[in-house]
């Protein structure tokens, strides 16, 4: 189970930097960290490039973010046929 407790309070400024969230089965949840930052523009999106994640204490760092192709409404809504 994943959901969401809260964000950095400084995210309505600044954009998401702390995403606290509860993980595990029910009775045995865990709180986990995830801490953005380096966020860079990539197509019309901001992507953070820095993530620390508490649980592995570790942090993964991205070189470089290619935004994909548009995605045909299929993929989403099925086909009409």
Known sequence: MIRKVSEDENTAKSGLKTWIILMGPPGSEN???????????SGCLKIPFSIYFDFY??????????PSSSL??????????
């Not at 204490?57 to 290619?66: I, M, R």
């Not at 045909?72 to 046929?81: A, K, L, V, Y």
């Open 72 to 81: 045909p409404d299929e993929e989403f809504i099925g086909s009409s046929n």
């Open 31 to 41: 709180l986990t960290h995830f801490k953005f930052d380096d966020c860079r523009q």
């Open 57 to 66: 204490k570790a942090t993964f760092n991205f070189t470089k973010a290619v």
